[in-house]
């Protein structure tokens, strides 16, 4: 089911860029010299856009919690002596306020703001009647819904140029990233927000520098239409995220060695090879999906069976024996275990669905 957004497509913000927008500078203001000098280097970077958070919202109190409105006094100096226009954070409708009032040039919404839709609510409110063009970041926890339940609160305020920012969800399990990827919600709210531009932010998803290259590009690969990278004049001693942030020279390095990907070619030929290769593809997705409802007859007659004895639904051994099973197999050919796992966690979770239907005598 699609979202219905009303979105200005991204080319038509008024920001000079061509190829993916790459939104760069600290993750916070932290003096006028700090800021200034970073912005001479991220001017210099092949970014588009200058970053900065003025008001952080910090896990525990006791952290740097941003200079405020001072802050933006050396963001505005900074934009007037670079030219580049600037970005802030906002989290709640007075800090939106002071925004508008400074012409700052785009406003971003914090993971952290994006979980509250009483938040959100009060932004889009704050919001009504301006131009500024605002991206959302997705909220902390791995949902989809209030992602775009907060894209649509800001929507319906008028805001038209509004735009999604990735920087990965927390998770329960250790993986590498600060933040898990997962990569399949990004993949999902693409294709429900038709022509709504998604920046990725591989800074805070990666939560250390020598992730985020291998990020970056991957984000470009998937078609991001932008990145948002942080990058402090000094970083061993940023006040905060000083693990994930460049100088502005690594960030140019950084930047130069992205390949972006084109979403279409023109070249015939190669279209048509591509497209025989395609209908290869569906035929194989038709037989999965055959093979899945012959499975799913089958799992209901067993279904029938158990009902006959009184067996329990859920057989833990059966269950545990696939899995190995199939995940071993996975790993012998090249293919994820984790991936195989959840394939396999998803048609073991419908059987069980059909079978509960059988049992319950509802089929
Ligand atoms: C930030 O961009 O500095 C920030 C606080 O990010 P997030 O909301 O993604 O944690
Ligand atoms: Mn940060």
Not at 94 to 108: A, G, Q, S, Y
Not at 136 to 154: C, F, Q, S, Y
Not at 314 to 320: E, I, S, V
Request: glycine content about 8%; overall charge negative.
């Amino acid at each position: 089911m699609s979202v219905k957004l009303d979105i200005t497509p991204l080319k038509d913000w008024g920001f000079d860029f061509d190829g993916p927008l790459i939104i760069a500078g600290p993750c916070s203001a932290e003096s006028r010299e700090q800021v200034l000098d970073t912005a001479r280097g991220v001017a210099k970077s092949g970014a588009h856009i200058l970053r900065a958070g003025i008001w952080k919202p910090r896990t525990r109190p006791n952290c740097f919690e941003g200079m405020g409105e001072e802050g933006l006094k050396w963001l505005l100096e900074a934009r007037e002596e670079t030219g580049m226009p600037i970005a802030v954070e906002t989290a709640n409708p007075e800090h939106v306020e002071i925004c508008l009032k400074h012409n700052v040039d785009l406003i971003w919404v914090g993971a952290r703001t994006t979980v509250n839709p009483f938040a959100v609510q009060a932004l889009a409110d704050a919001l009504k009647g301006s131009d500024v063009p605002v991206l959302v970041k997705n909220p902390i926890n791995p949902d989809a819904e209030l992602w775009i339940g907060a894209l649509e609160r800001i929507n319906k305020a008028g805001v038209t140029k509004l735009g999604a920012i990735h920087r990965g969800f927390s998770s329960a399990k250790a993986t590498e990233f600060r933040n898990a990827p997962n990569w399949r919600i990004f993949i999902e709210i693409r294709r429900r927000c038709e022509g709504m531009p998604i920046i990725c932010d591989p800074s805070h998803l990666c939560g250390k520098r020598e992730l985020i290259p291998g990020v970056a590009q991957k984000a470009l690969d998937l078609l991001f239409d932008g990145l948002m990278i942080e990058s402090h004049i000094n970083p061993d001693v940023a006040l905060s995220d000083s693990k994930q942030q460049f100088t502005p020279d690594d960030l140019a390095k950084v930047i130069a060695g992205l390949e972006p990907r084109n979403p279409a070619v023109a070249d015939q030929e190669f279209i048509h090879s591509i497209e025989k290769e395609r209908i290869r593809l569906g035929e194989i997705d038709d037989q999965i999906v055959d093979l899945l409802d012959e499975r799913m007859n089958l799992a209901r007659r067993i279904g029938e069976l158990k009902r006959t004895r009184g067996l329990a639904l859920l057989q833990p051994d059966q269950w545990k024996k696939t899995a190995e099973k199939r995940v071993e197999e996975a790993e012998k050919r090249g293919m994820d275990a984790h991936f195989m796992l959840r394939v396999f966690q998803y048609i073991h979770e419908e059987s069980l669905r059909q079978q509960e239907n059988v049992i319950a005598g509802e089929d």
